[in-house]
């Protein structure tokens, strides 16, 4: 069984550009978070689907960030415009439900702006 | 309000030695999930292990093993006769019920080196 695959792997960009990042999450998976993980530190949530409904996006910077889940499958980040403080890797994970039930990650996308 | 502390920062250990990971939590919550995962240089998170906050057994796969404490909120880590392959940024993370939101709230993480 595939797992979770995100591109691109890597990302370099200037500042006030804009920047998508795309996930696909193991099939079957109803449950789609996107995280950001800053230099030696841990994963933080941004935003949680339940299907293709954003359940939880309390910690998305909102003026500047966006995240769509077509039908309830792929999912896209977007950065726009970005910012030297955005650079991190962006991690994206699936689950099926309940809750509690582990969550399967990629490999992440790192982002530098420069 | 919950917190997880990864105290250790980096650990390095020479091949074959026994290395535990320390893993700290706060939760105001009853009914709780404790995970570990692994990171290698290649960045994914892999699941290792997850307990739910009424299993206090401990747990043991293969050169793993897990120490769950409620009474001193610790979820330790141990890898016994450890291995070069096992050098990775290792994370623990609390996951709590009643927010009913799957969302998992990670350490600082700890790095763990061996040396050949």
């Known amino acids: 069984e595939a797992g979770v695959v995100q591109s691109p792997r890597y990302k370099i960009i200037e500042k006030k550009q804009p920047v998508a990042f795309w996930c696909n999450p193991i099939s079957g998976h109803n449950t789609l978070y996107w995280y950001r993980q800053n230099l030696g530190q841990g994963p933080e949530l941004l935003i949680r689907?339940?299907?293709?409904?954003?359940?939880?996006d309390s910690q998305l910077p909102k003026d500047r960030f966006s995240a769509e889940r077509l039908k309830g499958v792929d999912s896209t980040l977007k950065i726009q415009p970005a910012e030297l403080g955005d650079s991190a890797v962006y991690l994206c994970?699936?689950?099926?439900?309940?809750?509690?039930?582990?969550?399967?990650f990629g490999q992440g996308t790192r982002l530098t702006v420069v | 309000a919950q917190k997880v502390t990864q105290a250790q920062t980096e650990i390095s250990v020479v091949e074959k030695e026994d290395v535990t990971l320390d893993c700290v939590y706060e939760?105001?919550?009853?009914?709780?999930?404790l995970f570990w995962y692994k990171q290698p240089p290649s960045g994914e998170l892999v699941f290792l292990i997850r307990?739910?906050?009424?299993?206090?057994q401990n747990e043991i796969s293969g050169r793993y093993s897990w120490n769950f404490q409620k009474s001193t909120s610790s979820f330790n880590f141990t890898i016994t006769a450890s291995q070069v392959v096992d050098s990775a940024v290792y994370f623990c993370a609390l996951s709590e019920a009643l927010s009913n939101t799957g969302k998992l709230i990670f350490g600082q993480g700890t790095t763990l080196q061996v040396k050949p």
């Open positions: 994970a699936s689950s099926l439900l309940p809750r509690g039930t582990e969550a399967f």
């Open positions: 689907y339940e299907n293709e409904e954003a359940v939880d």
């Open positions: 307990r739910n906050s009424f299993d206090e």
């Open positions: 939760t105001r919550d009853t009914t709780y999930y």
